[in-house]
């Protein structure tokens, strides 16, 4: 019923930028909310940032506080990840979410490799 694409991805020196974005497919969308998470090798998926649909209240993770902002476009049901000075440990893969309430994540995107180099 929705399918979920990440784009924006690839490769970037230590303090460069990037912006992600996650398109929402589907006859029927009414999501919550969305947002992004990342895997990196070895390491368990974490939470990255989250937007209330209707309101546009974020969330992001100590990690990336400061450097990363999450917004949205709810007309072309696209949710963006704004990465700014970049970090080796933020190479990872990124994940966009779905989620029909307030607790769930119910639609996952297939990913997007982001790698940061020295």
């Known amino acids: 019923q929705v399918q979920l694409l990440e784009s924006g991805g690839g490769l970037v020196q230590a303090g460069g930028s990037l912006r992600l974005s996650c398109t929402a497919s589907?006859?029927?969308?009414?999501?919550?909310?969305m947002g992004w998470f990342r895997q990196a090798p070895g390491k368990e998926r974490e939470f990255v940032a989250r937007?209330?649909?209707?309101?546009?209240?974020?969330a992001h993770a100590d990690s990336v506080k400061g450097r990363f902002t999450i917004s949205r476009d709810n007309a072309k049901n696209t949710v963006y990840l704004q990465m700014n000075s970049l970090k080796l440990e933020d190479t990872a893969v990124y994940y966009c979410?779905?989620?029909?309430?307030?607790?769930?994540?119910?639609?996952w995107g297939q990913g997007t490799q982001v790698s940061v180099s020295s």
């Open positions: 979410a779905a989620g029909r309430y307030a607790a769930t994540w119910d639609y």
């Open positions: 589907g006859r029927t969308f009414g999501p919550y909310r």
């Open positions: 937007i209330n649909w209707s309101s546009g209240s974020t």
